[in-house]
């Protein structure tokens, strides 16, 4: 089992820039990729940034240049943050965790922090 907490989320106004974290605890050895994902009222929920077990990332088109994945490993953690600059009203969404197992499958899933950008 892997746990994922997000924090960071709130009101900005456009232009401004946000940090979001996503603390990844439990089986964390067994995490091969690690992504951001955001969901809209009345949208799917779509990949924003990844990044995989040898640090590659990738972006959807829409934030590359504006957004920034990283993460940082500690003793029996995994942190991914997503350094969102430039924010534009269209961001505004609710902000997922995910980390994949592809030895198993399974994706697992944080409870969203919400990000509102003001026009």
């Known amino acids: 089992q892997v746990q994922l907490v997000e924090s ?29 994902y955001r969901q809209a009222p009345g949208n799917e ?7 995989v077990s040898g640090g590659t990332t990738n972006y959807a088109d829409s934030v590359k240049g504006r957004f920034t994945i990283s993460r940082d490993f500690a003793k029996n953690t995994v942190t ?9 009203p269209e961001d505004t969404a609710v902000y997922y965790c995910n980390a994949y197992n592809a030895a198993n499958g399974i994706n697992y899933w944080g409870k969203g922090t919400p990000v509102t950008v003001s026009s």
């Open 80 to 88: 991914v943050y997503l350094q969102m600059n430039s924010l534009k």
């Open 8 to 36: 960071g989320g709130g009101l900005v106004q456009a232009g401004g820039s946000l940090r979001l974290s996503c603390v990844a605890s439990g089986r964390v050895f067994a995490i091969n990729r690690m992504a951001w």
């Open 45 to 51: 929920r779509d990949m924003v940034a990844s990044i």
